[in-house]
Nanobody
Framework: QVQLVESGGGLVQAGGSLRLSCAAS????????MAWFRQAPGKEREFVAA????????YYADAVKGRFTISRDNAKNTVYLQMNSLKPADTAVYYC???????????????????WGQGTQVTVSS
C-alpha cells in the first residue's frame, strides 16, 4: 500500500529555515502530483504547496509564496519543502499527500488528495 513518511520538522526561531522531506513508497511516484498541507491548532488543514508529477509545475498558497519552495527527486521517490523566513504563523503539523488521480495537475483542495502521511511538527518561536 501507499506509504508517505514525513521528516525534518522541529523548533526554529522566526526568520529561520527548515527543510521537510516526504519519502514515498508503494506507488508509481512519477505519476502523481504531490502536495504539502498543514494544520495549526484549532484550525482546519490547509493547502501549502504542490508539485506536478513531472516537476514542471508548482503551486503555492499565498501565505507561503516567495518563502517556501517545493521540489521532488523522482529517483529517490521523495518530495521536499524548503521553508525560509519562517514566521510564528507557520507553526503547524505539516502533512504530505498525493493526488488521488494519476497525472492530474493543479489540484489544491484537500479532497483531491489521499494517502496522507503521519505529519511532522513545525514550531516557529517569536
Amino acid at each position: 500500500q501507499v506509504q508517505l513518511v514525513e521528516s525534518g520538522g522541529g523548533l526554529v526561531q522566526a526568520g529561520g529555515s527548515l527543510r521537510l522531506s516526504c519519502a514515498a513508497s508503494g506507488l508509481t511516484f512519477t505519476s502523481y502530483t504531490m502536495a504539502w498541507f498543514r494544520q495549526a491548532p484549532g484550525k482546519e488543514r490547509e493547502f501549502v504547496a504542490a508539485i506536478s508529477w513531472s516537476g514542471g509545475s508548482t503551486y503555492y498558497a499565498d501565505a507561503v509564496k516567495g518563502r517556501f519552495t517545493i521540489s521532488r527527486d523522482n529517483a529517490k521517490n521523495t518530495v521536499y519543502l524548503q521553508m525560509n523566513s519562517l514566521k510564528p504563523a507557520d507553526t503547524a503539523v505539516y502533512y504530505c499527500a498525493k493526488d488521488k488521480l494519476q497525472l492530474a495537475v493543479g489540484n489544491r483542495n484537500e479532497p483531491a488528495f489521499g494517502s496522507w502521511g503521519q505529519g511532522t511538527q513545525v514550531t516557529v518561536s517569536s
